[in-house]
């Protein structure tokens, strides 16, 4: 089945460390994003990539960084500079050129990352 | 950056009553889109409107967006506890993204 997987499901991390989240998506899918989501202030973007080896910042982008060197793959480091990590971290694909979107957004499961 | 204002942020039913959220922009969107995010769960698409005036129905849930492209609502008839959730709006202007409202959690009273 196609989809996309997210890992891990959990996280736990030190105040300082650097963690990579994985995104993984075997839906042929141009487009990738990376949102945040926490209570009550839905979701926010961290960055895009609508072709390989290049991506874009969304309105969170700082403290995070990505890369994008094949389609199917788009991991996100949160660094040690993100002020407040802990959230509920979600990886999504689209179709893409253009906006149309007919089809929406595929989720992953998402990855919750809790600071310690 | 865009803001897409979404309205009620909660909302407790009983099971069998009507329920609504809203969505604003304060400028015209291309399109807007609707997702449902169950408790512990990932947003799922449901639906996307892009033409004024635009409804669309899926079963017991109706889709509208306002004539100006600057509004837009979700109303289920008679819920039901499967509709149990978070209900999203994502709006697109120009651009290469999506805004999200910040949601409606919707709880089902049996």
């Known amino acids: 089945d196609g989809g996309i997987t997210q890992s891990p499901k959990y996280l736990f991390r030190k105040e300082g460390q650097n963690v990579t989240l994985s995104c993984e998506q075997n839906l042929n899918h141009d487009a990738m994003y990376w949102y945040r989501q926490d209570p009550g202030q839905g979701l926010r973007l961290i960055y895009y990539?609508?072709?390989?080896?290049?991506?874009q910042k969304g309105d969170i982008a700082e403290g995070y960084s990505v890369s994008r060197e094949k389609k199917e793959s788009f991991p996100l480091t949160v660094t040690s500079a993100q002020k407040n990590p802990t959230a509920f971290y979600l990886c999504?694909?689209?179709?893409?050129?253009?906006?149309?979107?007919?089809?929406?957004?595929?989720f992953g499961s998402g990855t919750r990352l809790t600071v310690v | 950056g865009q803001q897409v204002m979404q309205i009620p942020q909660y909302q407790h039913v009983q099971e069998g009553e009507d329920f609504t959220t809203y969505c604003n922009s304060s400028?015209?969107?291309?399109?807007i889109q609707w997702y449902k995010q169950r408790p512990g769960g990932h947003p799922v698409f449901l639906i996307q409107?892009?033409?004024?005036?635009e409804v669309k129905k899926q079963k017991r849930l109706t889709f509208q967006f306002g004539e100006a492209k600057k509004n837009s609502s979700l109303h289920i008839t008679a819920t039901q506890t499967t509709d149990v959730g978070t209900y999203f709006c994502a709006g697109y202007y120009t651009g290469n993204q999506f805004y999200f409202g910040t949601g409606t959690s919707l709880t089902v009273i049996p």
């Open positions: 990539s609508q072709i390989v080896n290049d991506f």
């Open positions: 999504a694909s689209s179709i893409y050129p253009g906006n149309n979107f007919a089809y929406g957004y595929t």
């Open positions: 409107l892009v033409k004024s005036g």
């Open positions: 400028t015209t969107l291309s399109n």
